[in-house]
């Protein structure tokens, strides 16, 4: 089931994002990670597979209730740093 929608500029859609083309993604594909940046935390989701990912211009969100943590917009650091030339 993919609730969570992917928001995008078409400029930022890049076939080296592992989400390229896509309009959703499902829950199990992206899990919420957030790290502390100079003193504050900033939450950021990745895809489940493991890899090297930085943020590529894609936002997650969801009017879905079974997913609060995608009810505020969030970014996708889904661009695969190993594919990056």
Do not use: W
């Not at 609730?3 to 899990?31: H, K, M, P, W």
């Not at 957030?34 to 590529?56: H, R």
């Amino acid at each position: 089931m993919r609730d969570i929608q992917i928001y995008r500029s078409t400029d930022y859609d890049c076939v080296i994002n592992l989400f390229n083309g896509r309009a959703d993604v499902g829950r199990e594909e992206v899990v919420i990670k957030t790290k502390n940046v100079y003193g504050t935390l900033y939450t950021y989701a990745e895809p489940s597979i493991p890899g090297q990912y930085a943020f590529g211009g894609t936002i997650l969100f969801t009017s879905n209730g079974i997913f609060p943590e995608f009810n505020a917009p969030i970014k996708l650091h889904d661009r695969r740093m190993d594919l990056e030339s």
